[in-house]
C-alpha cells in the first residue's frame, strides 16, 4: 500500500485545492491530508486566513480524497508525521518546488502542478478588502518593515510619504513601491493605513493628520510623548472606527503570547513580582543611546520593559499588593 500526505490551509476551498487531493489521491492508495490550525497560519504570516479549521477540514473532507486529515500545528512537523505515518509520497502544489526538497531524505517528493488563476489569496481579495498601507519615514525601521511586510498576506505596501523628497524617492525605488510623496493629502489620498516609522517628534502630528483623514495608523514607539496626546488621538480613533496601534511588536510574538499564557495559568505559582529588562549589542552613538530631547532609551525602549508587567499586573499600580 502507498501513502500519500500532503499539506494546505485549503481556506475557501476552491478548484485549485479539488484538483490538488484528486491528484495526490492518485499517486497511491491512501492520502492524508494536513490542514494548518489558525494558530500555525498566524505565526507563518498568514494573517487573513477567513474560515475555521473545522470548517475547511470539513471542506477536504467532503472531496472524499481524503482516507486521514491531521491537524498541522508547527514547523517541522512533515517529518514528524513522514515517519509516524510511513509516508511514501510527498504530494504538494508547484508554488513550492524545490522549498521541500530536504524531505526527499525520507521519501519521495512530488511537485504537482498547481491550477492556474485560481488561489485562496485572490477569492480573499475579491471578498474582503485589502489594507492599501503606506508608509511615513522612510529610516532603519521603515527598511525593515517593508521587507517583512511581503510575507504577510491581505496587506499591500503602496507608497511612501517624506517631507524630503529625495529619500522618499529613494526609499520606493529601493523597496519598488509604487510611488513616493512629499504632498501629505496626496499621500492619504492612495491608501487606507498607515506605518508611522518617522522621527518621535512628528508621531503625533502624523497620527493626528492620518485618523483625520480616516487612515487606520499602526505608530512605531514611542507612539506619542504626553498622556494627553495619547488620550486625545485614542478619542479621535474610536469616535471615527478607526485602528490605532503603537508598533511593540512583542506583545505579539508568539512565543510572548504563549509565556504569558503559562505564566497567568499558574504553572509556576502566584506571580509576585516581575523582574524585566531590555539588553541589547549595539554600537555607540545610536539615536537610541544619545538622543537627550526624546528620551532616549527610556521612550525607545521602556515600552518593552513594562509590558510584561503590565500584561500580568494590570495598569494601575496600587491593585496588586500581596
Ligand atoms: N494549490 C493548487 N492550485 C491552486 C491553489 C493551491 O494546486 N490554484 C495547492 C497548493 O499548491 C497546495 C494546496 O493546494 O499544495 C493547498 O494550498 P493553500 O496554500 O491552502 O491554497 P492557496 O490557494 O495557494 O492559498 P493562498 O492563496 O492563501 O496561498
Known amino acids: 500500500m502507498k501513502t500519500v500526505i500532503t499539506y494546505g490551509s485549503f481556506d475557501l476551498f476552491h478548484q485549485g485545492h479539488y484538483n490538488i ?10 492520502l492524508i491530508v494536513g490542514v494548518t490550525t489558525d494558530y500555525y497560519d498566524t505565526v507563518r504570516g ?34 514528524e508525521d513522514i515517519q509516524k505515518y510511513h509516508v511514501d509520497i510527498f504530494a504538494i502544489g508547484s508554488d513550492w ?3 521541500f526538497d530536504y524531505i526527499k531524505e525520507f521519501c519521495e517528493v ?11 489569496t485572490m477569492l480573499r481579495m475579491k471578498n474582503y478588502e485589502l489594507i492599501r498601507l503606506g508608509i511615513m519615514g522612510s529610516g532603519r525601521i521603515a527598511n525593515r518593515f517593508v521587507g517583512e511586510a511581503r510575507y504577510v498576506s491581505g496587506i499591500h505596501v503602496e507608497g511612501v510619504y517624506n517631507p524630503h523628497l529625495k529619500s522618499a524617492t529613494a526609499f520606493a525605488e529601493k523597496h519598488e513601491l509604487d510611488f513616493a510623496e512629499d504632498d501629505i493629502d496626496e499621500f492619504f489620498s492612495r491608501i487606507n493605513a498607515v506605518y508611522i516609522a518617522s522621527p518621535h517628534a512628528t508621531h503625533g502630528d502624523y497620527a493626528k493628520k492620518a485618523l483625520e483623514a480616516g487612515k487606520h495608523v499602526l505608530c512605531e514607539k514611542p507612539f506619542v510623548l504626553t498622556k494627553k496626546e495619547a488620550e486625545e488621538l485614542y478619542g479621535i480613533a474610536k469616535k471615527s472606527g478607526l485602528v490605532l496601534m503603537e508598533a511593540i511588536k512583542t506583545a505579539y510574538a508568539p ?26 549589542l549595539t554600537e555607540s552613538g545610536l ?15 521602556g515600552s518593552y520593559v513594562l509590558l510584561p508587567i503590565i500584561k500580568l499586573f494590570g495598569t494601575d499600580p496600587n491593585e496588586n499588593r500581596f
Request: some cysteine.
Open 97 to 99: 518546488i524545490g522549498k
Open 110 to 120: 512530488v511537485y504537482l502542478e498547481r491550477t492556474k488563476g485560481i488561489s485562496s
Open 21 to 30: 487531493l484528486k491528484r495526490a489521491k492518485a499517486l497511491g492508495d491512501y
Open 255 to 280: 512565543g510572548f503570547v504563549r509565556l504569558m499564557g503559562v505564566a497567568k495559568s499558574g504553572l509556576i505559582g502566584q506571580i509576585k513580582d516581575v523582574e524585566s529588562c531590555f539588553t541589547r
Open 46 to 79: 498568514k494573517l487573513n486566513v477567513v474560515e475555521s479549521l473545522m470548517d475547511r477540514i470539513e471542506h477536504v473532507r467532503e472531496t472524499g480524497f481524503a482516507d486521514k486529515i491531521i491537524i498541522e500545528d508547527h514547523v517541522g512537523q512533515k517529518l
Open 287 to 301: 539615536r537610541e543611546l544619545t538622543d537627550e530631547k526624546f528620551g532616549g532609551s527610556f521612550t525607545e525602549f
